[in-house]
């Protein structure tokens, strides 16, 4: 937002202060209209769209300042408004800046005055749409991806669920996407520009989740040595993301019931109570009807949460969406690691679609980044995907990578497999092979011997 692309609009009934305001800003580059009452105040306002006006509020005719101020507010929100009066009082300042001005100027004018108004107008409209573009792009970069029947009623769920303020429990398998379910609600939402917070209640130890969430006051547990914030401070204004809250332990469960009720806390070891604004979205993999009834999470904080509940669908439950999902994540592996784009072939991808995918979602990222490590080639075929650990249902063909401890492991594994596989494909040439997969003959030698492969030596 420059001068030269700010457009002012003057509603005065007084000629001279129309004539000298409008001259000034004009010397400072900016485009100005004029209008002389309020009712042609309201028709400029609708033709010129302006970004900033500056009205007298006592003015003759059908509407005066406060009139065209209530009026124009509700139809243009974006247009900000500046009084200016001869004889006004705290009163009606009070009561201009309540209907939305920003500010309120008394005659004669200072001119210093008005260009510092229109300065931080400027810089806060600046801000607001620097801030907007980088949330249109959060949104994008958090979108949930697919168009399967499944994932089109989540979307619609959370389109409806987002402009409200209430609780929301998200329940799904774990790795189906709660999270950026979550992600999605509160970046939708009117507190979209406030703090979006989470918590995992399976990551925390017992016996200090209720002080990670509502905060711990100075003393209240040895070594700590000051007051410390929770996650519900945090999230002043925004959203707290509960993650499994299946795990939670009773003591937490109460504060956060309590919270629910009343909008008040107490952080752990202080009697002062905190008032805070938060919306609440919680989570869980774990079935939390069976967990009421087995009484191991409490029936009141259940039916509090549930107040908007929802599922999200396995990955199972929207294979068809497996194709544009890998299109994503590879495009996010290639483009954050430098690695040249992938075609997946027709037997490979059918060989994923058809795959469970325990995992979810989760999985299928993590899967896909895994293909670009191993596969060294710009083609994925099946042996490629089956060598990178996606195992056919039942056949044992492929390593199974759970019984596998540690990367080191995984490693060797993935080494010897991608080994072997080249030297069949190379005839068991050894030379060939050396010069193909890019390593030194004498040290694929040694990789040969420690991983106790069979091979002639051409």
Sequence with gaps: MTALSTKILIIDDEAPIRDVLSASLRDEGYQVFLAHDGESGLKAIREVQPDIVFQDIWMPGKYDGIEVLTLARKEFPHVEFVMISGHGTIETAVKATKLG???????????????????????????????????????????????APAIIATKQIIARVAPTNSWVLIQGEVGSGKKLVAENIHYMSPRASRPFVDINCGGVPEDLLASEIFGIEKGAMPGVERTKKGKLDLAAGGTLFIAEIAEMNKEAQAKLLAYLDEKKYTRVGSTETVENDVRVIAASSKDLDKEVKEGRFREDLYYRLNVIPFRVPSLKEHAEDIPVLSSYFADNVARESGYPKKAFSEQAMAHMI???????????????????????????????????????????????????????????????????????????????????????RSYLHRKIKAYGIDSKDN
């Design 354 to 440: 058809s795959y469970q995918w325990p995992g979810n979602v989760r999985e299928l990222k993590n899967f896909i980044e895994r293909v670009y490590i191993l596969t060294p080639g710009d083609f994925v075929d099946l042996h490629d995907v089956r060598f990178a650990g996606l195992v056919d249902q039942g056949d044992g063909k492929s390593m199974d990578l759970q019984d596998l401890s540690t990367f080191r492991e995984a490693r060797a594994q993935f080494e010897k497999e991608y080994l072997l596989k080249k030297i069949a494909e190379n005839s068991g040439n050894i030379s060939r092979t050396a010069e193909v997969i890019g390593l030194e």
């Design 101 to 147: 001005a920003w500010d309120f100027i008394e005659k004669p004018l200072s001119m210093d005055k008005i260009l510092i108004v229109i300065s931080n107008i400027m810089s806060y409209q600046q801000q607001k749409e620097e801030k907007a573009l980088l949330l249109n792009k959060l949104r994008k970069s958090i979108a949930l991806i697919g168009e």
